[in-house]
C-alpha cells in the first residue's frame, strides 16, 4: 500500500514522503492515527502544491537573509566597557547584549544561538562576528567596536 506521511513516523518516514508500507499497518494504524493519506492523483496534486508552497517560502526566507546581511555589512556596534591598565577589560560584551543593541538600534532581530562565534568578546578595538542567517548558506558579520 502506498501511503503520502501527513507527519513524522519512526523507522517509516518524514512528512511529505510517498513511502510503500504493508496493507495492515497502513490501514490499521498510519490511516487511522491520521499519520497518512492513501496515495491517489487528487492527494498526489495537493502534495505538489503544498512543495511548491514550501519552497517558494524558503526563496523567501533566503532572500529576507540576504537583505539583512546586506543591513549588517553597514552596521557597527559601538560598546564602552571598563578597562584597566594596558587595556585590561572588566568584563566583556555578550552575545545577548549584541542582540539586544541591534534590535533596538536597527530593528533587526537575530537570535543568540545564530551566532557561530558564541564567545564573549573581552578585548578591545573591532571585532567581526559571523552569524548563521539562514541554514549555513547565508552567513552575516556582525562588527563591534569595543571601547574602554
Not at 13 to 24: F, N, R, T
Request: charged letters at 35%.
Amino acid at each position: 500500500m502506498k501511503v503520502i506521511l501527513l507527519d513524522d513516523v519512526k523507522k517509516v518516514g518524514k512528512k511529505g514522503d510517498v513511502v510503500e508500507v504493508s496493507d495492515g499497518y497502513g490501514r490499521n494504524f498510519l490511516l487511522k492515527q491520521k499519520l497518512a493519506v492513501l496515495v491517489t492523483k487528487k492527494s498526489m496534486e495537493i502534495l505538489d502544491e503544498q512543495n511548491l508552497q514550501h519552497d517558494l517560502e524558503e526563496k523567501q526566507k533566503e532572500a529576507d537573509a540576504e537583505e539583512v546581511k546586506k543591513k549588517l555589512a553597514n552596521i557597527v556596534l559601538e560598546f564602552h566597557v571598563k578597562s584597566g591598565n594596558g587595556g585590561r577589560v572588566f568584563g566583556s560584551v555578550s552575545t545577548k547584549q549584541i542582540v539586544a543593541q541591534l534590535h533596538n538600534e536597527y530593528g533587526i532581530k537575530i537570535e543568540k544561538r545564530k551566532f557561530i562565534d558564541k564567545d564573549p568578546i573581552s578585548s578591545l578595538g573591532y571585532t567581526d562576528l559571523k552569524v548563521d542567517l539562514y541554514k549555513n548558506k547565508v552567513i552575516g558579520v556582525v562588527r563591534v567596536h569595543v571601547n574602554g
